[in-house]
């Protein structure tokens, strides 16, 4: 899987958590926070619904800022 098909997921999974915020605003840069506005329950229904779409769990010592951060970790996973 692609990048670029990571951050498409990714965009799809958010706006099912995030459905106001403008897709067309999230790249691999965006904040997960001051960008997307995602609190703590937002972060755990997303964390879920990633797990779900690519099928592993994240570490538990998993910290993500950004899109991009996110999209390394599933890259990551996804390779092994």
Do not use: C, H, W
Request: a negative charge; aromatic letters at 8%; zero cysteines.
């Amino acid at each position: 899987m692609t990048r670029e098909e990571i951050l498409d997921n990714l965009k799809e999974i958010v706006l099912t958590i995030k459905p106001k915020l403008d897709f067309s605003n999230i790249t691999p840069d965006s904040s997960l926070v001051k960008d997307l506005g995602i609190d703590s329950l937002s972060m755990l229904l997303l964390s879920l619904a990633i797990e779900n779409k690519f099928g592993f769990q994240f570490d538990s010592q998993a910290k993500f800022n950004t899109i991009g951060e996110v999209i390394d970790y599933i890259e990551k996973v996804l390779n092994k």
